[in-house]
């Protein structure tokens, strides 16, 4: 089991990553095209809300409550699992198009609820209501994707779920490369790419599904128990799940009230953070989600906190570095992978701001997705409902103090202070419950991490040219030398760790 679970997490963490490449290259494509002003933030606005009503409820608070659900009818029986398949699968296809509809004919009043400084911008409103009809449809698409991925990864097909949003990004890379110029209105394109990259995603996962017998034909069961349990545990986890996504959310909303450009840089240094908290935090949660609602079915409790001590040593062995190179490496990561024709230096600059600032909190990011697996394998979504109604408070108020003092920047830092907070009351939730109890010696863990931490930070400062350097050089300089520097930090590190009595070896064995 240990060791299918380090294969199952490696192979979903270089899939994940590769979509984050993929994605980077559309972003780079976007940035060189529309650059950080009017035309963009719209599009931004227009892509956000379906995205986040799919991190809401698709790959958040459903996948949550179903995988649980689905180990345990699966144990019971193909026959159970099919008819909980079947009815889930026409329940949600029914209320998707229920709000899909509702959605598109709503545009205008849902631009003005998630971008209220649009009001009074006839430009930015109609634009953004135009873009929103195309892009709207994709939630339900999307949606049904994580259900058909969330089957497949309870059958141990990691695989194929996390390849599915690399469609995604080469659909938009094509729209953008192909249809954008034919168009009199080029951000148009994108909204074209989304629907049809929602489209394909799930016509991508069908083969897969014949492929281990679970493509079964929806039908309407608001009444069967499995659905009712499934939307039990749903409610709550609409709000728990995605506490860091609604955060996210109101960092967009207040920053429609600033600067034009503001969103395209909260946007792009977000961008940067998904990339380690996709490899390193959805990647582990995906993988221990089926095997600690097995394990708390089926095993002793010792299994399961060793499940959750060893996810927490991953996170910090890899997430420690690379918040670490976010935040020393903000502005020449920028540089290089966005600066280029419509992106201009300063924009680079002052997304660099509030990528330190997200940077400060990618740890406590990718914790909350770990620790929250902790509670949704137990079937229980109301503790980290109150948990994440005292996160949503504190954050409202550090929005509206720190933008007040550092405008976008403030937003990211509210974000992340948050997040600090929703992590440590998840992490002592746990231990007080006495679900999770540490066989790791974490003081003797922690301080050698540290030590490896110092060494790259001192690295970092002494092979990093300063930022005027870096905006001189070309292309190829710049990525040649960011990729240098990544690599003898990288060495380094591990190789302290390996010095000091952490081998990696056994460090990520189970």
């Known amino acids: 089991m240990s060791k299918n679970l380090f294969r199952s997490t490696s192979i979903v963490s270089m899939i994940t990553l590769l979509s984050r490449i993929v994605g980077f290259i559309r972003d780079v494509i976007i940035a060189r095209l529309f650059g950080a002003g009017l035309v963009i933030d719209v599009f931004l606005i227009a892509f956000k809300i379906p995205n986040f009503l799919r991190r809401l409820f698709a790959e958040g608070a459903f996948s949550q409550a179903f995988i649980p659900i689905l180990v345990e009818y699966r144990l019971r029986g193909n026959r159970d699992l099919k008819y909980l398949i079947v009815n889930t699968s026409g329940t949600l296809a029914c209320i998707l198009f229920i709000i899909t509809t509702i959605g598109i004919l709503a545009t205008p009043i849902l631009v003005i609820i998630f971008a209220p400084g649009f009001i009074n911008k006839e430009i930015q409103i109609n634009l953004a209501s135009e873009l929103l009809m195309l892009t709207f449809p994709y939630l339900f698409f999307i949606s049904l994707t994580a259900l058909s991925g969330s089957i497949l990864n309870c059958f141990g097909r990691f695989v194929i779920p996390a390849f599915t949003p690399v469609l995604l990004n080469l659909s938009l890379i094509a729209f953008t490369i192909w249809l954008s110029p034919k168009l009199d209105q080029p951000v148009i394109a994108l909204a074209w790419g989304v629907l049809f990259g929602g489209a394909i995603q799930l016509l991508f996962q069908i083969p897969f599904l014949i492929s281990i017998g679970q493509l079964q034909m929806?039908?309407?069961?608001?009444?069967?128990?499995?659905?009712?349990?499934?939307?039990k545990l749903m409610l709550p986890a609409i709000f728990s799940v995605s506490i860091s996504q609604i955060n996210l959310l109101l960092d967009t909303l207040l920053a429609s009230f600033l600067t034009i450009g503001s969103i395209s840089w909260l946007y792009y240094s977000e961008r940067l953070v998904e990339l380690p908290l996709g490899v390193i935090g959805i990647a582990l949660s995906t993988v221990i989600l089926p095997c600690l609602s097995t394990k708390y079915a089926t095993a002793p409790k010792d299994e399961f906190a060793h499940t959750i001590d060893w996810a927490l040593r991953c996170v910090l062995v890899i997430g420690t570095p690379a918040?670490?190179?976010?935040?020393?490496?903000?502005?020449?990561?920028?540089?290089?992978?966005?600066?280029?024709?419509?992106?201009?230096?300063?924009?680079?600059?002052?997304?660099?701001?509030?990528?330190?600032?997200?940077?400060?909190?990618?740890?406590?990011?990718?914790?909350?997705?770990?620790?929250?697996?902790?509670?949704?394998?137990?079937?229980?979504?109301?503790?980290?409902?109150?948990?994440?109604?005292i996160t949503m408070i504190i954050n409202m108020i550090l929005n509206i103090i720190l933008m007040l003092r550092f405008a976008h920047v403030g937003l990211a830092m509210a974000t992340s202070l948050s997040g600090f907070l929703n992590s440590y009351l998840l992490f002592i939730g746990l231990r007080i419950s006495g679900i999770y109890r540490s066989n790791t010696k974490w003081s003797w863990f922690i301080a050698k991490l540290f030590v490896a931490n110092i060494g790259l930070l001192v690295l970092l400062l002494f092979l990093t040219p300063s930022n005027t350097v870096w905006g001189n050089w070309d292309m190829y300089q710049r990525f040649s030398n960011l990729l240098g520097i990544i690599c003898m930090t990288v060495l380094m590190y591990f190789g302290i760790l390996t010095l000091m009595g952490i081998k990696t070896k056994s460090l990520f064995k189970l």
């Not at 997304?351 to 509670?375: C, E, N």
């Open 218 to 231: 929806p039908r309407w069961g608001w009444n069967d128990s499995g659905v009712q349990k499934i939307i």
């Open 323 to 389: 918040a670490m190179g976010l935040i020393f490496l903000a502005e020449p990561l920028l540089l290089t992978l966005f600066q280029y024709g419509e992106f201009s230096l300063d924009d680079a600059h002052k997304a660099s701001l509030s990528l330190m600032a997200y940077g400060v909190g990618l740890l406590p990011f990718i914790l909350v997705k770990i620790l929250a697996t902790g509670y949704f394998a137990r079937q229980d979504t109301k503790t980290p409902v109150k948990i994440g109604i």
